[in-house]
C-alpha cells in the first residue's frame, strides 16, 4: 500500500510537467513499470477488492448527483444508465463471443457489461470542451454517474452464471427485483438511521469534527458490508441510495456547519484521490500477468490479445454512437419545438466520450480464479488484458481527439486528476433593535451568532432588487432556519414557545388560505383533479417543515424523516404518472405561485382586523412565515425559466459575499462594544471563515 500510494503521488507530480497524458495514463506506465523491473504482483481479494474500492467510489458519486438535470432529464438519463448498459451487455458480449470464440459466452457478456459504465469526470471533461449541446452534455454526465450500478449488477450476474455454469431467466428476473428493492431500502434504511444518529449526537453535544467527519467516511462501507452480507441484496444500489440521500438532506445554501462540510469534503476528496489512482496503478502491475498467461495459454499471442481489445473498443464505441444518434432523432421526432439535428459528428463525440475508468478496472479485478467446480476461471487472463486495453484505448483515443475538437488546451481530466467587504454602517438586525446598550453584558456565543445571521439578513434585504429576489429569499430563508436552532440554545423556554406557538397560529391561518385559494383553482378548472389532490396532501405536511428549525427531540426528528419520505415518494409517483408530466409541473408551479400569494393575503387581512392586536405576535414568527412563502413563489417562478441558472447562482454568490462581510463586521461590532471577548470573537471569526471557504470551494466546484 505505501509503494501504490507513493507511485500515486509520483504521478501527479509527472502529471505537471505532462499536462497533455491524463494522470490515469501515467499511473497505468509507472504501474507496468514497477512490475516489469522488480516482478511486483498483488494478490486481490474480489470480496474485499468491492468493498474498499467499489463502496466509497459509488457512495462517493451519488453524493455529488446533479439533481436538477436529473430530474430534468431522467428518462433519457435512466434509459442510457440502465437500457444501454444492457444492450451493450447483450449485444456486444455476443460480438465480442462472435470475434473471440474461444471466449464462453457468459464471459463475454460479462467483459461487455463491466465496460459499460464510463468515468464520470472525463465525460464531463470531453462534453464541455468539445461543447456538445447542454442537453446532450447533461445527459452523457449523468448517465455516467448512475450507469456503474447498472453495470456492476449485469456484470455480477454473468460472473455468477460463469462460476455456476447455470443460468435460468426466470431466476435471474427474481433475484434482480429481490436484489435492487432490497438494496434500495438497506440504502434508504441504513442511511437514515445513520443520519439519525448523527444529529441526536449532536444535539447531545457531541458534535466533534474529526468524530463527524470519520463517522460519514465509514457509512459507505457499513452500508455496503450490512447489505451484502445480511440482506445478500445489491450494495451496489445501496450505497448509490445512501449517497443521493445524503446529498437530498445535506444540500444547503448557508450551513449550519460549515467546518464539518469543509474538513469532510476535503477528506472524500483525498480518499477517492488515492482509491482511483491505486486502482490505476493496479491495473499496470497486472498488465505483464495478463500478459504471460495469455501467452502462456498458448490460444493467443500479444497481437491478437491487443487486436481483440481494439476491436472491443471499437464495438463498444459504436453502440454508443448509433445510441446517442438514435435518441437526438427520437427528441427531435417527438418535440414539437425544432431540436438539434442528429449528426454523426456529435453522436461519435459522445461515443468518444465514454472513456472507462476505476469502476471497470475494479470489477475486472474482482473476477474470481476458480469456478465451482474447482477449474479456474475460463479465459481470466484475456478478459483482464482486453478491459485493460479498452480502458487504455479510450484515454488514449479521448487525449488525441480532444485537442482536435477543443480551443481551451485543457488537459483531459479523470476521475484520478488532482482535485484542489466591511460594512461598518450597519447598527441594526431585521427587528431593528440596537446592539445591546450595556457594554458589560457579556453574551453567549449562540446569541452572538444569531445577532450577526440577522445582520446578514439586514444586508440580504438591503441588497433584494426584483431580479435577485429568488436568491435573496433562499438565502434568508437558510439563515432564518439556523437562527431558530440558536434560539432554542439561548432563549429561555417560556419565551421560546410563545415563538414556536405564534408560528403555528399564524400557520393555521395561511393554510387556511392556501386551501381556499386551491380550490378556487380546481372550481375554475385551471388545474386538474391529479395536481389538485397531489396540492392536498402537500398542503397538510406544511406544517411539519416547522420541525427542522424546532426539532429539538427525537420525536420531532422522526416527523422530519416521516414527512421527508413521503415527499419523496410522492414525486416518485407523480413522475410515474401515466399523465403528461410537462402539463403536471406546470400546474404545480401555478399551484405554488397562487396557493403562496393567497396565504401572504390571509396572513395580512388577519394581522389587519379590528379584533386581532398584531403586536401580540412575535415579528419574528410573522417574518419567517412571510419569507418563506415569498420564497416559495420565487422558486415557482424560477421553474418556468430554467436557463437562468447560472445567473440565479451568481446571484447567491454575490450576496453570499456581502453577507458574510455584514458578519464579520458584526463580529468586530460586539468586540467594541465589549458584549463577547478575544476568544469568543475569534471562534465566530473562524466560523465566517469556514463559511467563506465553503463558498470558494462550491465555486471552484461549478468551475471545475
Request: aromatic share 8%.
Amino acid at each position: 500500500m505505501i509503494l501504490l500510494i507513493v507511485l500515486v503521488l509520483l504521478s501527479n507530480i509527472i502529471s505537471h510537467y505532462l499536462t497533455f497524458i491524463p494522470v490515469s495514463l501515467i499511473q497505468i506506465g509507472l504501474g507496468l513499470l514497477v512490475a516489469l523491473i522488480w516482478h511486483f504482483e498483488i494478490s486481490l481479494e474480489t470480496d474485499w477488492f468491492l468493498l474498499l474500492f467499489i463502496a466509497p467510489l459509488l457512495y462517493n458519486d451519488g453524493r455529488r448527483f446533479p439533481r436538477r438535470e436529473l430530474w430534468r432529464l431522467r428518462g433519457p438519463i435512466f434509459a442510457n444508465a440502465i437500457w444501454l448498459v444492457f444492450l451493450t451487455t447483450i449485444l456486444g458480449g455476443f460480438l465480442i463471443y462472435k470475434l473471440i470464440p474461444q471466449m464462453p459466452l457468459t464471459v463475454a457478456f460479462a467483459l461487455a457489461a463491466i465496460l459499460s459504465p464510463t468515468d464520470p469526470v472525463a465525460v464531463q471533461s470531453i462534453s464541455k470542451q468539445a461543447k456538445l449541446p447542454a442537453s446532450l452534455m447533461h445527459l452523457v454526465s449523468g448517465e455516467s454517474l448512475i450507469n456503474d450500478a447498472s453495470g456492476l449488477i449485469a456484470f455480477k450476474y454473468a460472473i455468477a452464471a460463469t462460476v455456476t455454469g447455470a443460468f435460468s431467466l426466470g431466476t435471474a428476473t427474481g433475484d434482480f427485483i429481490y436484489i435492487s428493492i432490497v438494496g434500495f431500502l438497506s440504502g434508504l434504511l441504513f442511511m437514515t438511521a445513520i443520519q439519525l444518529i448523527m444529529d441526536l449526537l449532536r444535539r447531545q453535544g457531541i458534535d466533534d469534527v474529526i468524530f463527524n467527519t470519520v463517522l460519514q467516511i465509514a457509512t459507505p462501507f457499513v452500508v455496503y458490508l450490512v447489505t451484502e452480507e445480511v440482506t445478500h441484496a445489491s450494495g451496489v444500489i445501496a450505497v448509490v441510495t445512501a449517497g443521493v440521500l445524503y446529498h437530498a438532506r445535506e444540500n444547503r445554501v448557508v450551513e449550519d456547519s460549515p467546518e464539518l462540510k469543509l474538513v469532510t469534503e476535503k477528506v472524500w476528496d483525498i480518499i477517492i484521490y488515492s482509491l482511483n489512482g491505486v486502482v490505476f496503478v493496479i491495473l499496470g502491475i497486472e498488465l505483464p500477468v495478463a500478459t504471460s498467461q495469455v501467452i502462456k495459454g498458448g490460444q493467443f499471442n500479444t497481437w491478437q490479445a491487443m487486436f481483440f481489445a481494439f476491436i472491443t473498443w471499437v464495438i463498444i464505441v459504436a453502440i454508443r454512437t448509433v445510441w446517442t444518434y438514435g435518441y437526438v432523432l427520437y427528441e427531435r421526432l417527438n418535440k414539437k419545438t425544432p431540436s438539434e439535428r442528429p449528426g454523426i459528428r456529435m453522436s461519435l463525440l459522445s461515443g468518444l466520450s465514454g472513456v472507462r475508468g476505476a469502476v471497470t478496472m475494479a470489477g475486472v479485478l474482482s473476477v474470481p480464479l476458480t469456478i465451482a467446480s474447482g477449474g479456474g476461471f475460463p479465459t481470466r487472463a484475456l478478459m483482464l488484458f482486453v478491459a485493460s486495453g479498452v480502458i487504455i484505448i479510450s484515454l488514449v483515443a479521448a487525449t488525441i481527439t480532444l485537442p482536435l475538437i477543443s480551443t481551451s488546451k485543457q488537459p483531459l481530466q479523470t476521475r484520478a486528476s488532482a482535485s484542489d467587504e466591511g460594512a461598518n454602517d450597519i447598527d441594526l438586525d431585521v427587528d431593528g433593535e440596537e446592539i445591546p446598550a450595556d457594554p458589560v453584558r457579556q453574551i453567549s456565543e449562540d446569541e452572538a451568532r444569531a445577532y450577526i445571521m440577522r445582520l446578514a439578513i439586514s444586508k440580504i434585504e438591503e441588497l433584494r432588487r426584483p431580479n435577485n429576489q429568488r436568491a435573496a429569499y433562499d438565502l434568508i430563508l437558510d439563515y432564518q432556519f439556523i437562527i431558530r436552532r440558536l434560539e432554542m440554545n439561548y432563549r429561555a423556554d417560556q419565551a421560546m414557545q410563545k415563538v414556536l406557538d405564534d408560528e403555528l397560529r399564524l400557520q393555521e391561518i395561511t393554510l387556511a388560505g392556501e386551501r381556499a385559494s386551491l380550490k378556487e383553482l380546481r372550481k375554475g378548472e385551471k388545474i386538474t383533479q391529479t395536481s389538485y389532490v397531489g396540492a392536498l396532501r402537500r398542503i397538510e405536511t406544511l406544517e411539519n417543515r416547522l420541525t427542522q428549525a424546532q426539532g429539538h427531540s427525537m420525536p420531532g426528528m422522526l416527523r422530519y424523516w416521516r414527512v421527508f419520505f413521503k415527499h419523496m415518494f410522492r414525486n416518485v409517483a407523480y413522475w410515474l404518472h401515466s399523465e403528461n408530466t410537462d402539463r403536471l409541473h406546470a400546474e404545480n408551479n401555478l399551484i405554488e405561485r397562487e396557493t403562496a400569494k393567497a396565504a401572504i393575503q390571509s396572513l395580512s387581512q388577519y394581522l389587519a382586523s379590528s379584533d386581532v392586536d398584531e403586536t401580540q405576535f412575535d415579528n419574528q414568527a410573522v417574518y419567517h412565515l412571510l419569507v418563506r412563502y415569498r420564497n416559495q413563489i420565487e422558486r415557482a417562478k424560477a421553474e418556468t425559466a430554467p436557463n437562468h441558472e447560472e445567473e440565479y447562482q451568481h446571484q447567491i454568490n454575490k450576496l453570499r459575499v456581502r453577507a458574510l462581510g455584514a458578519e464579520r463586521a458584526g463580529i468586530q461590532s460586539l468586540l467594541e462594544a465589549g458584549n463577547i471577548t478575544w476568544t469568543m470573537a475569534t471562534h465566530l471569526r473562524q466560523y465566517v471563515n469556514y463559511s467563506e471557504n465553503v463558498l470558494v470551494m462550491s465555486l471552484n466546484n461549478e468551475e471545475s
